[in-house]
């Protein structure tokens, strides 16, 4: 590894302690919510479930009553949304999956195990004190912490905060990321390609992984390999963002002006990552505002996405864990050359004869984009190791790191 390259986890951990905190916030209802992060803690307003109901159809007893055998008069119907009367000895009382407990009731008998000839009910199977009985608070009490500042709501966490009652939430506002894409060669999808040009696949899959955390975009288009061009375009996008983004011309090439112009205008604090793909990587500040330039091949774009800008961007919201899942994963594949560098290699987690592994996608190389579509992986093949069949590895899902 060149001395001048510097470690993923060290640029990482840089990053981090780098990164600005967002500190303004706004409120927003539940079902808007999805994606933000917390900016105050979110207390219970009642327990879940709040009353003490029937986990199923059944017949709400008092164990005693249920000894002899003799069967019980049924002197009452609850249904889920109503209250019965206090269960009297030696009654029972029909009852409805959620509906309250009855006072006096210490167990469901569940339907099926019942009896009842329409005078007494009878069974087999007397159940154990508090079978089948969702107890008050058993998920959720009154006054807990639900969830604290700093969290992203997920999809299931609607469910919870609308469980104790949460209409509105207080969330970082959003953050303003400004994309823009470098080289003369970029066309947009429905252009006509001259000779020696490409659609510009970078601007869209940048798009679509910052959407997912909604964040507030502002796309500046392709930038031209122009010196003047370039301190044009990252000059509009430190007045209007919070946070800069752009794919190429941070190389060493006659035509790769990022590097030089972020210089002019700020700072560039790193340059240059050991890892496979996505090496090109700078991180500086322009104008103060802090800048990403990410390499030009579009699958080093998507790795390099989940590895530092996604933790990035989370860190300012105020996220405490950015550290993605690894799991280990045998390996069905070889890889027989030490490489220099840490490899994320576009993978896929598979079943074979009720055994999970992971296979790797054939061509490695960083401009083969439909390589992160067949993937639902990235594994981690560390600078200087070789890899046979069998051998256990690091595995990176996209879900987890991308989304």
């Not at 917390?38 to 059944?58: C, E």
């Not at 994963?329 to 560098?341: M, Q, S």
């Not at 004869?353 to 992986?377: F, H, M, R, T």
Request: hydrophobic share 45%.
């Amino acid at each position: 590894m060149s001395p001048s390259w510097t470690k993923i986890d060290d640029a990482i951990a840089q990053l981090l302690a780098d990164a600005r905190l967002v500190v303004e916030s706004e409120s927003v209802d539940l079902l808007s919510s999805l994606g933000r992060v917390l900016a105050a803690d979110v207390m219970a307003k009642v327990s879940v479930p709040p009353f003490d109901n029937s986990a199923m159809d059944g017949y709400a007893v008092r164990i005693e009553d249920m000894q002899d055998g003799n069967g019980l008069p049924v002197t009452q119907r609850i249904a889920a949304g109503s209250v019965g009367s206090p269960l009297l000895v030696g009654e029972a009382a029909r009852i409805f999956t959620g509906a309250p407990v009855p006072e006096g009731a210490d167990a469901i008998l569940m339907q099926e195990n019942a009896e009842f000839d329409g005078s007494l009910l009878k069974t087999q199977s007397v159940p154990k004190r508090h079978q089948n009985i969702r107890r008050a608070g058993q998920d959720i009490v009154i006054g807990d912490i639900v969830f604290a500042a700093g969290h992203r709501i997920q999809p299931q966490d609607l469910g919870v905060l609308a469980s104790v009652g949460v209409a509105t939430l207080s969330v970082r506002r959003r953050l303003k990321v400004a994309v823009l894409s470098t080289g003369d060669e970029l066309r947009e999808p429905g252009d006509t390609l001259n000779p020696g040009e490409i659609f510009n696949s970078n601007r869209y899959t940048l798009n679509g992984l910052l959407q997912q955390f909604d964040i507030d975009i502002v796309d500046l288009g392709i930038c031209r390999d122009t010196a003047e061009h370039t301190e044009e375009l990252l000059r509009s996008a430190a007045q209007q963002a919070d946070v800069i983004v752009s794919s190429g011309g941070v190389s060493v090439g006659e035509e790769d002006h990022v590097k030089a112009v972020v210089e002019q205008l700020g700072e560039l604090k790193l340059w240059k990552l050991a890892i496979k793909p996505g090496k090109p990587l700078a991180y500086g500040k322009v104008l103060g505002v802090p800048f990403l330039g990410l390499p030009g091949n579009p699958a080093a774009v998507f790795v390099t996405f989940g590895l530092i800008v996604k933790p990035y961007l989370l860190r300012m919201l105020g996220v405490d864990d950015v550290t993605p899942l690894i799991v280990q994963l045998p390996a069905a594949f070889n890889i027989t050359k030490e490489g220099r560098r840490q490899e994320y290699q576009r993978a896929k987690v598979v079943a074979k004869n009720g055994k999970s592994g992971v296979e790797i996608y054939a061509n490695q190389s960083s401009g083969v984009l439909s390589s992160a579509s067949w993937a639902n992986c990235l594994a981690v093949i560390p600078a200087g190791k070789t890899i046979a069949q069998g051998d256990l590895v690091d595995v990176m899902l996209l879900d987890n790191l991308m989304g």
